[in-house]
């Protein structure tokens, strides 16, 4: 039997699919590398400001705590520890601080943490649910989201945990803050009469508006 150019060209096809499909495939994306290991999930990933560590929550000890990776020494720390699950972290701008919810069955409070010694100050103190916080660019405000008066609400405090203000109180819920990148205001999603709509407000609480895009 006399073999084509069509032939050999389709053999060759048929081998070079056999070969690929019987190789094992990588879980991870060529070009890709993993930098957390062993059991648990590991979720909200982020470098931090200086970009010299990757801040992220996981159930690896059996209860959802908050871990920083030091990229130069490869080290993995553990901030968070306890039977209250936290998780949700988010970076200062010093990259030496960070904030994060803690608490349980819909009850959950901010805090904030010393990735240095692990030294933890309470941020907000309820018997609802606060997160879903955003440290500004500057460091020296926080939003979060509160249902302590029924809704999600928006609401602003310094980083300390101190002067706290409730920017919303419309009946919809208050969502997706997105901080100016000069930190003097904040973007966010409202849902007022069954529509969402883009609104902003100043740091300090003021000047709150429904943008026309």
Not at 34 to 46: K, L, R
Not at 123 to 145: K, Q
Request: hydrophobic letters at 35%.
């Amino acid at each position: 039997m006399m073999i084509t150019s069509f032939n050999l060209s389709l053999l060759l096809l048929v081998l070079w699919s056999w070969t690929v499909q019987s190789q094992p495939k990588s879980p991870i994306p060529s070009g890709w590398k993993q930098v957390s290991t062993g059991n648990g999930e590991d979720f909200h990933a982020s470098f931090s400001p200086d970009g010299n560590k990757i801040l992220f929550d996981s159930d690896r000890t059996g209860v959802y705590a908050v871990f920083v990776h030091d990229l130069k020494s490869r080290r993995t720390i553990q901030l968070t520890s306890g039977r209250t699950p936290s998780d949700h972290p988010f970076w200062f701008p010093d990259s030496k601080h960070v904030l994060y919810e803690a608490g349980t069955n819909g009850k959950k409070d901010l805090y904030k943490v010393n990735i240095d010694d692990t030294t933890k100050n309470r941020l907000t103190i309820t018997t609802t649910f606060n997160g879903g916080g955003h440290v500004s660019p500057t460091g020296d405000r926080v939003s979060f989201f509160s249902n302590r008066n029924g809704n999600w609400d928006l609401f602003l405090m310094d980083a300390d945990g101190t002067n706290i203000i409730q920017v919303t109180t419309n009946r919809g819920d208050d969502v997706d803050v997105s901080w100016s990148k000069d930190g003097s205001f904040l973007t966010f999603m409202s849902n007022v009469n069954n529509r969402w709509q883009i609104s902003r407000v100043n740091k300090d609480g003021s000047d709150l508006k429904e943008l026309e895009i």
